[in-house]
């Protein structure tokens, strides 16, 4: 599951390297990275409320 | 809470005020902690674009010149190199939130309106701008007050040309106030600089601000949203002053209130009407029908010979209660009183040689407001 999240943030960021971006293509199943990258992205904007609640005290 | 990030906007606003106050090329410091927490974060995302800009055009520049092609230097073949990418795709990201935090936290304060001390209605007009003081029973119109002869060249411009008014708003320094703000025809936006307050008026909206003002002083300002051919005539200006000349203020503005309240029941004379109707016209009508009341067609009819005006006196205070459904004529029997309303229709029947020898009395008025 690692090599999957770790692939999502790469994807997030924008960032990712040719090998990894091969190995996933031919080795992953589709419906796993969807599934991550929505939890991933609901943590994300999760993470972005807590930061502007925090700030404006 | 005072939020650590505050040093910051502190250190930057301190080390700049002084040239900002000299500066009329940058905006304005402003005279409430709102203004000046903007102008501390304007100033804030500035110099971090400028040490950004200095780091990346200062290595473009030397790799431009250390490595050019005269002295040999070969450009390198590499498809990707992972880190270099992540580290230029995190740091812009790290700089944007830094800025967002202290950003998100101003916003936040700047929408506070709650716990206001003092509540005013902005209304938008087409162009002028109605302040009502709410719980107070005290109203008016606020009309630009720049001579006509000013506008059409013929004096010499002032020192505030197209930014003075008849009745300024008076605010207190120190207190909360609260605007609600509206408007009654099209979008106008409500805009001065040094309270840091840029808001739309919409028709069938309230949207909401406030202003707490450190400084006594004059504040000026002008819609800032196109709203007709005179949206250049409608100025703001906002008079602070220390609380308790604000009280006096308030009591004297409240008394003549009373007092033109008395007035509606008593006989006027031809002469007092013209007096008075003169003053409304010029300030409120004479941006539109002109000041000799000789219009500027298609949109503004003169008023100076016109046969249905002479003839017709219901007609003509219809139109100036009810306005004119669909055209620029708004209705005014919101805006004015009944002793305005009686005095600009006498003076209108009267001047110009139109010599009707009407005089409409502001009792009438009031019981044609009131049906």
Not at chain 2, 105 to 113: E, G, H, P, Q
Not at chain 2, 128 to 148: I, K, Q
Not at chain 2, 243 to 248: K, Q
Not at chain 2, 318 to 347: C, H, K, Q, W
């Amino acid at each position: 599951m690692w090599p999957v999240v770790k692939s999502v943030l790469a994807a997030l960021l924008g960032v990712q390297n040719d090998r990894q971006r091969q190995h996933d293509f031919s080795t992953g199943k589709p419906a796993v990275f969807i599934i991550v990258a929505v939890l991933v992205t609901l943590i994300f904007v999760l993470l972005l409320a807590g930061i502007a609640i925090f700030a404006a005290g | 809470m005072r939020l650590p990030w505050r040093w910051l906007l502190s250190v930057t606003s301190a080390a700049t005020l002084s040239q900002a106050h000299a500066s009329s090329w940058n905006m304005p410091v402003g005279v409430t902690d709102i203004s000046r927490d903007i102008f501390g974060l304007h100033m804030t995302i500035f110099w971090v674009c400028v040490v950004i800009g200095v780091i990346v055009f200062g290595v473009m520049f030397y790799s431009l010149f250390r490595y050019r092609h005269s002295k040999g230097a070969k450009a390198a073949q590499f498809h990707e190199h992972t880190s270099v990418e992540v580290l230029w795709t995190a740091i812009p990201i790290l700089i944007l939130v830094g800025m967002a935090v202290p950003a998100t936290a101003t916003l936040k304060n700047m929408y506070d309106t709650s716990e206001a001390d003092l509540d005013i209605m902005i209304t938008g007009q087409q162009w002028r701008w109605r302040y009502e003081y709410l719980g107070e029973d005290v109203a008016f119109t606020s009309n630009l007050s720049t001579s006509r002869e000013q506008i059409r060249g013929e004096a010499e411009r002032g020192e505030h040309y197209l930014l003075d008014v008849d009745e300024p708003l008076v605010l207190p320094i120190n207190r909360k106030v609260r605007f609600l703000m509206t408007s009654d025809d099209v979008i106008h936006s409500w805009w001065v600089p040094e309270l840091a307050v840029k808001q739309d008026t919409i028709p069938g909206f309230i949207n909401e601000n406030w202003v707490q003002i450190n400084e006594p002083g004059i504040y000026r300002g002008q819609c800032a949203e196109l709203c007709g051919v005179n949206h250049g005539f409608m100025p703001i200006v906002v008079h602070a002053m220390e609380e308790a000349d604000y009280e006096i203020w308030l009591a004297e503005r409240k008394e003549a209130a009373e007092q033109e309240a008395m007035g509606v029941d008593r006989e006027w004379a031809l002469e007092e009407l013209m007096a008075r109707g003169e003053t409304v016209y010029q300030s409120i009508c004479s941006s539109c029908h002109q000041s000799e009341g000789q219009g500027a067609m298609p949109a503004f009819p003169a008023l100076a010979g016109n046969e249905q005006l002479i003839d017709d006196l219901d007609w003509h205070l219809d139109r100036i209660i009810n306005g004119v459904s669909g055209a620029a004529m708004p209705a005014f029997r919101s805006t004015l009183n009944p002793v305005e309303i009686a005095s600009v229709v006498t003076y209108t029947r009267n001047a110009w040689g139109n010599d009707t020898g009407d005089v409409v009395q502001p009792a009438a008025v009031a019981e044609l407001i009131t049906q």
